[in-house]
């Protein structure tokens, strides 16, 4: 819509508050909110001011002025507030330069998309996200210098057969490991689900399915229908927030955490992909190994080769690597497989058609920045087509039933987020192509991360040292 056609819909709606939206480096939705009434053209064309030294990871001080600009294509209604608010989210801009600017995670996405285009190699990219989460009914959790803790609840929760709850104990708890697709009464979040689905709908994200998740303590996934990298990210940051905001309006709490349970599944967000040129699906090529063309290989080879420096905005955060963990049902190893779901690259196969023909990246988790996420991926997998990398071999076999000798030749993914961090310091050569990540963005991801989660967790005593070590 142009300026002028949502100022108008504001009124056709009967909009009373505009609710403006950016995401920052580390992928948090951040807003500000004007009445309808005062929101005209010259402001959704001119911007809107604000102070970019009080966002995480952006400007110092000195240069504190920054502008966000509307993208009128993103307008949405707003279903949480009590007052009817519209959404439009926007890109940031340099008030001085009045250039885009460089740290802002969605235009890098949209220097990536356009970087996609000048290579020749293909003019879009899919992707299609599979994001999973849990619904809690109570967290809490603390540290300070003598204590440190968490407590999380369900009433879906295996540990709660024995609970005596006021109006009787049902049983009907899901057993871990054990939630992968059962109906009620022992899926008890269907109806809440499906109401996070019906507002993703409102808000523009087409959904395909959603479904009770493998893990105990109402783990689940809702589905959404791929698109272009710019336009996936857009809806990965809508459905975090509509989960949590639904969620909390029942009296629950949501969580995108990757491993917030110990001893069963935690959450991941399968990223499928594909590039395209003239309609045309750059990966198909029947007849070949799982009908993937030369390029899609290369692609491969590619994710694979960065995967490590991948893994530092796709999977994030430290407790990522409390998910990717060898010799569990983890998507750990550096090779890709026609089906096989303990690769880290599957091939799935549920359609022969070019339509479907994509690759899916099992590694990255919802902590992650969708913007930077995506962007880090499709830049991988352009730098294995552009210099033709060989990824390993495809292996159909079970990777965890492998005998020793041909499993210790078989690249895993980073132990930590410290060793994902180092990957990217020495590997992001291929980022900065197109001027697509700058070295600023790197350097700026690398410290906050290294001083906020690497130094800071290594200062603190965990519960289990004290269980290995106190009466030593």
Not at 39 to 68: C, H, N, P, T, Y
Not at 210 to 229: R, S
Not at 366 to 374: C, G, H, I, K, T
Request: aromatic share 12%; proline share 6%.
């Amino acid at each position: 819509m142009t300026p002028q056609q949502v100022v108008q819909k504001f009124k056709d709606d009967a909009v009373k508050i505009v609710d403006f939206r950016f995401v920052d480096l580390f992928g948090q939705w951040q807003h500000t909110s004007r009445v309808a009434s005062r929101v005209d053209e010259d402001i959704l064309k001119e911007g809107i001011g604000f102070d970019g030294s009080s966002i995480r990871g952006f400007q110092s001080i000195e240069a504190s002025d920054m502008l966000l600009m509307p993208d009128c294509s993103s307008y949405f209604i707003d279903p949480f507030f009590e007052h009817k608010t519209a959404v439009i989210i926007c890109d940031i801009m340099d008030p001085i330069t009045h250039e885009m600017y460089a740290k802002d995670p969605r235009h890098i996405a949209q220097k990536a998309t356009k970087y996609l285009s000048q290579t020749g190699i293909a003019d879009t990219a899919y992707f299609g996200p599979e994001a999973e989460f849990f619904l809690f009914d109570d967290v809490r959790f603390d540290t300070t210098a003598n204590q440190s803790y968490y407590a999380i609840d369900s009433r879906e929760g295996a540990w709660n057969t024995g609970l005596d709850e006021v109006e009787g104990n049902l049983a009907y708890k899901t057993k871990h490991k054990g939630g992968y697709f059962p109906c009620p009464p022992a899926d008890t979040f269907q109806d809440i689900r499906s109401e996070m689905v019906l507002e993703m709908e409102k808000a523009g994200i087409e959904v395909e399915i959603h479904h009770h998740e493998v893990a105990t303590a109402g783990q689940a996934e809702i589905d959404i229908k791929y698109n272009t990298l710019l336009a996936s990210a857009d809806s990965i940051i809508k459905y975090k927030y509509i989960v949590k905001n639904t969620a909390r309006k029942h009296g629950f709490t949501a969580t995108f955490m990757p491993k917030p349970l110990f001893g069963d599944n935690g959450n991941g967000m399968h990223t499928h992909q594909s590039i395209w040129k003239n309609g045309k699906n750059v990966f198909y090529a029947p007849g070949n190994y799982a009908d993937l063309s030369d390029n899609a290989r290369y692609y491969i080879g590619g994710l694979l080769k960065h995967a490590a420096a991948i893994l530092a905005f796709a999977a994030p955060s430290s407790n990522s690597y409390k998910r990717l963990v060898p010799g569990f049902e983890a998507p750990v190893n550096l090779l890709y497989s026609s089906r096989n779901r303990s690769a880290c690259i599957r091939i799935p196969t549920y359609s022969p058609s070019e339509g479907a023909k994509r690759l899916e990246f099992r590694c990255p988790d919802p902590s992650a920045n969708p913007y930077l996420a995506f962007s880090a991926m499709l830049m991988a997998g352009l730098d294995g087509i552009e210099n033709k990398i060989e990824p390993p071999p495809p292996l159909d076999k079970d990777l965890y039933d492998l005998e020793p000798e041909v499993k210790a030749n078989i690249a895993q993914t980073p132990a930590s987020i410290a060793e994902a961090l180092n990957a990217l310091e020495e590997d992001h050569e291929f980022l900065l192509k197109g001027d697509v990540f700058t070295q600023d963005v790197i350097d700026t991801w690398l410290d906050m991360k290294r001083e906020e989660e690497v130094d800071e967790l290594s200062l603190r005593p965990h519960p289990y040292e004290f269980y290995l070590t106190f009466d030593c």
